[in-house]
């Protein structure tokens, strides 16, 4: 049966022959190298093994306790212990610093190996960074050695039972105390982590409104509410129902009641009305993270599914060796890669604004609807071919491959849907910025494709020239649009564009990278590292050929369907 396996080759070229992290971030390669290794060996051992147990073992909501998977336990608390949740924070606070994009490695190789398990500290680092760039002083130094240490987790709590994705329609309230907390009172559904046993404090992060609050998202105000108060006591925070869900089953997704007795206490975090904004700080980073969920279990499943069908022989030879399979193979492998690419470059961009170059945030604001809708859609369509590949195998829970579909689709729901993600993409982060950023993208597209390197790409090099002039008509065609005020007709379109310049995008990335392999193979130190970069080159014109093709008809979709959408039934 095949094993766990990480592509460390792919990872390591990415970081430092693609990226070239060493040069502006001041690492030292070979350190990051094995912070990287050790922990994708901790996570072999540790995390990989619970993801089917997790699974098979659920969550359970019984007299009022959480208990979440038994298996769980031990791993977590060794995940702590090990310094493993510090990776991209400073000693100071009791981290481990390096790049943001270290860190996402990191985060990648653990989502791919159990992400239930892997959003336990990831919701905790997502409320935690909201503390330490928002918080007070004294609320820096309450919660986060604690959250940072693991005796504490984390939560964020936005949707509520008539606010799914429209927040601005939440009810709760926080009313103001003669202490200076607030009462906080109302209902928080699907809320990650929202309750468990793997801490021994949940610390909350809650969307409320005070009292004469404008409506909307610019009457909501931000509020830390902790399961168990400084005092040990218990404040009125009750998780009254866990999902039953597709997939991660081993998260527990719950109802939180806060207040039903009128004495639950909230700590206002940030400034009164700016909760959306500082809200959003954890958000961007979690619809980073969804795409993370994407990106690595598609990338795990891929490595999966290529040891299975060199183990298993049909008609004679191995599976492998079969057309079908092996254009499959392909598939899964240079989309898998794509997505790789992608967010190592986003975390790359972070990583270069956290520097001081301030310029790069419009660039980050764009590639995070991209990351988060691109790489949870594709990443669950490579685990639909892992299960195909895998044939009766795949569809039953032997080899756990379709526990990956079952994972995976939620990231395409949760923290905005991917159409929320394509909505705020072609409005905002293109129209509003009068496709500036857009336009920036298209020219470090053109600079890679004149490098000599690249010059024995023409078929591919035709293909992505073709694809930049489409995307200038599309830009064009949206513009008349909203000239006539024709919003619906675009938003109509926000989705397939979303996935017009994703796929392009991807094939920029997998260029950038056949080029840097194209330089390398002549001083290849072995047959290893020359197929390997050889494969590098084979993802880009497949992925070209294979998956840019389809922009064509999604361009011709865009600009040609004449239909009035406001006239149409459904």
Not at 476 to 483: D, I, M, Q, R, S
Not at 561 to 570: A, I, M, R
Request: proline content about 3%.
């Amino acid at each position: 049966m095949a094993q766990f396996k990480t592509d460390l080759q792919d990872i390591y070229f990415n970081l430092f022959n693609v990226l070239k992290i060493q040069d502006h971030t001041g690492v030292v390669q070979n350190d990051m190298k094995d912070i990287i290794s050790e922990c994708n060996k901790f996570i072999e051992k540790e995390v990989y093994p619970t993801r089917t147990l997790g699974d098979h073992e659920g969550v359970k909501l019984s007299n009022g306790v959480v208990s979440t998977p038994k298996s769980f336990k031990d791993p977590l608390k060794k995940y702590y212990e090990n310094g493993w949740h510090g990776i991209g924070y400073p000693e100071d606070i009791g981290g481990m610093p390096t790049p943001h994009t270290v860190s996402l490695v990191c985060q990648s190789i653990m989502n791919g190996a159990n992400v239930a398990f892997a959003m336990y500290p990831g919701l905790t680092r997502g409320a935690m960074d909201v503390i330490l760039k928002v918080g007070s002083k004294e609320q820096r130094d309450t919660y986060v050695p604690n959250m940072i240490g693991g005796a504490w987790g984390g939560t964020m709590c936005l949707t509520e039972p008539g606010a799914g994705s429209d927040v601005g329609a939440v009810i709760s309230t926080a009313t103001p105390s003669s202490s200076g907390s607030y009462k906080i009172k109302g209902i928080k559904i699907f809320i990650s982590s929202g309750d468990n046993d793997l801490y021994e404090n949940v610390i909350h992060l809650v969307l409320a409104r005070t009292p004469g609050a404008p409506a909307g998202t610019k009457g909501l105000s931000l509020f830390i509410v902790p399961k168990i108060r400084q005092d040990g006591k218990t404040n009125d925070v009750v998780c009254t129902k866990v999902e039953e869900k597709m997939g991660i089953h081993g998260q527990a997704t719950c109802e939180m009641t806060f207040g039903s007795k009128g004495e639950c206490e909230g700590f206002l975090i940030g400034k009164e009305f700016e909760g959306m904004t500082n809200m959003f700080i954890m958000m961007n980073e979690a619809r980073l993270l969804c795409g993370v969920q994407g990106e690595a279990q598609g990338n795990m499943v891929y490595m999966l599914t290529e040891q299975y069908t060199k183990e298993r022989s049909q008609f004679g030879k191995e599976l492998h060796q079969h057309p079908d399979v092996k254009r499959t193979l392909f598939k899964m492998r240079s989309m898998a890669r794509a997505m790789r690419s992608l967010i190592l470059f986003t975390g790359d961009l972070m990583d270069r604004a956290h520097g001081g170059d301030k310029s790069l945030e419009d660039d980050i604001a764009f590639m995070t609807p991209i990351c988060k809708s691109y790489c949870s859609d594709e990443g669950f369509n490579v685990a639909v071919d892992a299960i195909q590949t895998h044939g009766g195998y795949g569809f039953c829970s032997e080899y756990g491959i379709e526990q990956f579909a079952r994972d995976l689709k939620i990231a395409s729901i949760y923290e905005g849907t991917n159409g929320i993600q394509a909505m705020d993409f072609t409005m905002r982060k293109v129209l509003k910025d009068n496709a500036k950023t857009f336009m920036k993208f298209g020219a470090k597209i053109q600079k890679t494709m004149a490098r000599k390197e690249a010059q024995d790409f023409s078929d591919e090099l035709a293909m992505m020239t073709k694809n930049l002039q489409k995307g200038q008509e599309i830009l064009t065609h949206f513009g008349v649009l909203a000239k006539a005020n024709k919003y619906d007709a675009i938003l109509f379109n926000s989705s397939a564009f979303l996935n017009f310049s994703a796929n392009l995008i991807c094939s920029w990335l997998l260029l950038e990278g056949a080029c840097e392999a194209t330089s390398l193979i002549p001083t290849a130190s072995g047959a290893e590292d020359k197929e390997y970069y050889q494969s590098k080159i084979v993802d880009f014109k497949f992925f070209v050929q294979q998956q840019l093709v389809k922009n064509s008809g999604i361009a011709q979709s865009i600009l040609n369907f004449k239909e009035d959408l406001s006239q149409l039934k459904v």
